[in-house]
């Protein structure tokens, strides 16, 4: 997983909603290679099924969702960077 588009994702998820090309945006910014919108949606719905993001309905617009790192993903996210060292 490290380096992966999960990962990168996940680096720059945070406690505040973003919406997936927000966090595109930002992991882009770290080096995250392009990537389709696929990619990133499918990368997205794993960390969310597994419990590392947490999914949220827009407020305005029920199809928007939104992410949050989850505690499960700062603890994988912590792992990672042990690993790194």
């Known amino acids: 997983m490290p380096g992966s588009v ?3 994702l ?3 998820a945070s406690a505040t909603p973003r ?3 927000e966090l595109e945006e930002l992991a ?5 290679r392009l990537c389709d919108k696929s990619s990133i949606t499918m990368a997205l719905k794993t960390l969310a099924n597994h419990g590392f993001l947490k999914r949220h309905q827009g407020q305005l617009d029920g199809n ?3 992410y949050t790192l989850t505690s499960e993903g700062e603890g994988l996210l912590d792992e ?5 060292d």
């Open 19 to 21: 919406h997936w090309f």
């Open 64 to 66: 928007v969702q939104r």
């Open 6 to 8: 999960a990962h990168q």
């Open 28 to 32: 882009t910014r770290r080096g995250l």
């Open 10 to 12: 996940l680096a720059v």
């Open 80 to 84: 990672l960077h042990v690993e790194d």
